[in-house]
């Protein structure tokens, strides 16, 4: 079993920054590939970013290539999502969750999800 809690959300306007945080409960955090998602209102969970086991390798959505950047620290089984030049349009839930192995943009590849935290972005 995995617990994850993100936090780091907040209320920030267009062109800000924000960094979010998962930590996780896992003694065997390294083992996992860690993702990042978001869901708007009335718009289906979608893939943000995830990150390797091992951190050597990262993914991203288009929408957010270049401006986001996913990263983990094992030994304090906590990943991030660093999101600078924030848009509009970044305005959602952001989840982080954990894998062992599967599709890396799927959300049905992943096990264990955090309970989210909301991310607006003010125009």
């Known amino acids: 079993q995995v617990q994850l809690v993100e936090s780091g959300g907040g209320l920030v306007q267009s062109g800000d920054s924000l960094r979010l945080s998962c930590a996780a409960s896992?003694?065997?955090?390294?083992?996992?590939?860690m993702g990042w998602f978001r869901q708007a209102p009335g718009k289906e969970r979608e893939f943000v970013a995830a990150?390797?086991?091992?951190?050597?390798?990262?993914y991203y959505a288009d929408s957010v290539k270049g401006r986001f950047t996913a990263s983990r620290d094992n030994a304090k089984n906590t990943v991030y999502l660093q999101m600078d030049s924030l848009k509009p349009e970044d305005t959602a839930v952001y989840y982080c969750?954990?894998?062992?192995?599967?599709?890396?943009?799927?959300?049905?590849?992943?096990?264990?999800w955090g309970q989210g935290t909301q991310v607006t972005v003010s125009s």
């Open positions: 969750a954990a894998q062992f192995s599967g599709s890396l943009s799927s959300p049905l590849s992943y096990a264990y």
């Open positions: 896992a003694r065997t955090f390294s083992n996992y590939n």
């Open positions: 990150i390797s086991w091992y951190g050597t390798s990262t």
